[in-house]
Antibody, heavy 118, light 112 residues
């Protein structure tokens, strides 16, 4: 069974940093690209970043480029999102989601809430 | 960026009746690999999104056959042939043909 479990969310001051983690199990983690997608309270879904299984290709939404860094440790079956210089508009539930070689974004975690506020 | 426009934004349906959601993209979603990477998800209350339909019309594993997808190019439709109480939630389309990946605004489906 595919499982994705996010952690690391919390309350942070504007300008602060936070590192999210996503622990994967039930599949060969290194064979899949992974995504971060966020959802502001009461709002829709917004893609944040993607990384291929071999870490060769990394992509970011313009809204986070230069502030967020996606990374992974295939030995630990884990995906990360380092978020720096956080803004109020980054407040959201952050989901990790698996992506197959044929671009299918199929399984999502349960999400972790990040609140940026003073 | 490809803009995804869903209509309607909300839908109230009597159980057993059909429902239809439209998703229009600002550019063709035909990928260089010959496929159209348009997906449909449902986010049930308090849950994370669940995949229903991929590549326009293929049902994901375990998805009931009352859900179907159709369309091509820039116009796509999700249909529920007979809505059930468990279908309550917000439905999103997603395109991954071109970066950035973009979602529709979501369509909230309620039961009358």
């Amino acid at each position: 069974e595919v499982q994705l479990v996010e952690s690391g969310g919390g309350l942070v001051n504007p300008g602060g940093s936070l590192r999210l983690s996503c622990a994967a199990s039930g599949f060969t983690f290194s064979a899949y690209s992974m995504n971060w997608v966020r959802q502001a309270p009461g709002r829709g879904l917004e893609w944040v970043a993607s990384m291929t299984g071999d870490s060769a290709y990394i992509y970011y939404a313009d809204s986070v480029k230069g502030r967020f860094t996606i990374s992974r440790d295939n030995a630990k079956n884990s995906l990360y999102l380092q978020m720096n210089n956080l803004r109020a508009e980054d407040t959201a539930v952050y989901y990790c989601a698996r992506e197959t070689l044929s671009y299918l974004v199929d399984y999502w975690g349960q999400g972790t809430l990040v609140t940026v506020s003073s | 960026d490809i803009v995804m426009t869903q209509t309607p934004l909300s839908l109230s349906v009597t159980p057993g009746q059909p429902a239809s959601i439209s998703c229009k993209s600002s550019q063709s979603l035909l990928h260089r690999d010959g496929k159209t990477h348009l997906y449909w998800y449902v986010q049930k209350p308090g849950q994370s999104p669940q995949l229903l339909i991929y590549d326009v019309s293929s049902r994901f594993s375990g998805v009931p056959d009352r859900f179907s997808g159709s369309g091509s190019g820039t116009d796509f439709t999700l249909q529920i042939s007979r809505v059930e109480a468990e279908d309550v939630g917000v439905y999103y389309c997603l395109q991954v043909t071109q970066l950035p990946k973009t979602f529709g605004q979501g369509t909230k489906v309620e039961i009358k």
